[in-house]
Every structure is written in C-alpha cells, then in structure tokens.
Nanobody
Framework: QVQLVESGGGLMQPGGSLRLSCAASGSGFIINAMGWYRQAPGKPRELVASITDSGTTNYADSVKGRFTISRDNAKNTVYLQMNSLKPEDTAVYYC??????????????WGQGTQVTVSS
C-alpha cells in the first residue's frame, strides 16, 4: 500500500502564490507518473498538471504559465507551485500517482485532498 500525504493548501488573495506538496510513503514500489487534479464545487475533477518519471510535464490550458509541477524522486514527492492565483483556481486539489510493484503490477493512488481558496 502507498500512502500519500498532501500539504500546502490554504486561503490566498488573488495574485498570490501557494505551493502544494505530496509525499508518497510505503515500500516495494517505483513511482511512474505523478500529478495534481482539482475539483471545484459542482464540477468534475480535472487534471491540473502531471509529470512523468523522466520529467516530462503536461498542464491544463487554464494554468499554463502560472503553475509549475516538479518532483523530487529521492523523496518520492511531487510539488505544485501556483503563482498568479485566480478565484477560479479555488478547489480541492488532489495528488495522484501511478506506481509499479514488480515487473507487471501497476496501481494508482489518490491523496486525501487539500483545499485551496483564492479570495479577497
């Protein structure tokens, strides 16, 4: 089993910055892709950004140029630096990881979610 612990959410004024972190713990696994999703009230969960094990990144159009995803493989941790925050960024943000156990066993895990509220 892999546990994901998220941190860094909170309340921020428009134009401000926040940094989310998600640390994976457990044993006997290799992390492949890592990503951040978000879900606003009444809306479906959507991909915000993802990063492969080789560092290739992908962003939703709505956050390109404002958010940066990165990872520290030694710490099994993924980060989301969020700059120039807008009220429409308000949502619960979820960490998501793809892991491999052994040669052919693949699993996907979600974090518990962290609230990000952008408001003046």
């Amino acid at each position: 089993q892999v546990q994901l612990v998220e941190s860094g959410g909170g309340l921020m004024q428009p134009g401000g910055s926040l940094r989310l972190s998600c640390a994976a713990s457990g044993s006997g696994f290799i992390i492949n892709a890592m990503g951040w999703y978000r879900q606003a009230p009444g809306k479906p969960r959507e991909l915000v950004a993802s990063i492969t094990d080789s560092g290739t990144t992908n962003y939703a159009d709505s956050v390109k140029g404002r958010f940066t995803i990165s990872r520290d493989n030694a710490k099994n941790t993924v980060y989301l630096q969020m700059n120039s925050l807008k009220p429409e960024d308000t949502a619960v943000y979820y960490c998501n990881v793809d892991v491999r156990r052994g040669a052919w066993s693949f699993y996907n895990y979600w974090g518990q979610g962290t609230q990000v509220t952008v408001s003046s």
